[in-house]
């Protein structure tokens, strides 16, 4: 979905032409009519867009599309792997989009899909790349490794390395990074746990060089709390940073109060997504 608008992309999961993974769908809620709908020859594999983009990965290739017109501006041949990995800034100006380098790399590349420029690639991680997130204005990416020790930040355009964070010492699979609306926290989740680490100087400021960021012990999480149910899962936070929405596999929606002066973050409610009566 795009933001809070009636905007909602879809792609199946299904054998039939209705529920195709090689068919994209652009649907309006509010009028409940279909806008556009694209056939692929192979499945779509990830699905990103701002207020001025919509990008589409293969296992194969990239393809980048302007929202208004549809028109496809951009056919990047690079191969990514069966997962897909993209991600797209959420601010269309810069409009940034991050990949890997290919399916064995732990390099990024960042592209400037608003002018369809390649910008910078980051060496991000020895191992291959499992997920990158932009923060909400564009300045900042985070990503993980397949290994999923370590989380680290880089400065956009540059690619600087402002922080590394270690999850922890045995490899685990990070299934999603996001940014506060502040930039200065961010939240990983695994399928055990939610990790939360603080955004903030050492003493040595926050540009520092990256020679100085890698001789430095990766910063550990504020505050960490276990999932009730083993499961996939991804997270957002409130405006304010108060509340941390966590939406679930396991079919619930959990809500935690986050209170970052006291380090603490609790459970306060939950909701079922999906009622009893039906599978």
């Known amino acids: 979905m795009l933001f809070s608008s009636s905007l909602l992309a879809l792609v199946g999961s299904g054998e039939s032409i209705n529920q195709s993974p090689r068919k994209l769908v652009l649907y309006n809620t509010k009028r409940k009519t279909v806008i556009c709908e694209l056939q692929f020859p192979r499945a779509i594999l990830s699905v990103k867009l701002n207020r001025k983009r919509l990008v589409l990965s293969f296992d194969d290739s990239i393809q980048i599309y302007d929202l208004n017109s549809m028109t496809l501006l951009q056919n990047l041949d690079v ?18 989009l991050a990949f890997p380098c290919n399916s064995t790399s732990g390099d990024v590349i960042i592209y400037e899909a608003g002018n369809l420029v390649s910008m910078n690639v980051i060496n991000a991680h020895k191992n291959r790349i499992c997920n990158i997130s932009f923060n909400i204005d564009g300045t900042f990416v985070a990503t993980s490794s397949e290994k999923g020790t370590i989380i680290r930040v880089f400065s956009l355009p540059g690619g600087e390395k402002l922080f590394q ?31 939360l680490y603080k955004m903030e100087k050492r003493n040595l400021g926050l540009y520092i060089p990256s020679v100085v960021v890698d001789a430095l012990e990766p910063i550990r999480d504020f505050v960490s709390i276990k999932l009730p149910k083993k ?7 409130s405006p304010d940073s108060s509340h941390l929405y966590v939406a679930s596999m396991d079919g619930y929606m959990y809500v935690y109060t986050l209170n970052v002066e006291k380090n603490d973050l609790q459970l306060s409610n939950q909701y079922c997504l999906f009622p009893s009566n039906t599978e």
């Open 231 to 237: 499961a996939y899962s991804i997270c957002a936070f």
């Open 165 to 195: 964070f270690r999850r922890g010492a045995v490899p685990t699979n990070i299934q999603y990074l996001t940014f506060n609306q502040q930039s200065n926290i961010l939240a990983a989740t695994s399928e055990t746990t939610i990790h």
């Open 79 to 96: 191969k990514i792997g069966r997962k897909g990995i993209i991600s797209l800034s959420p601010c269309d100006s810069p409009c940034f």
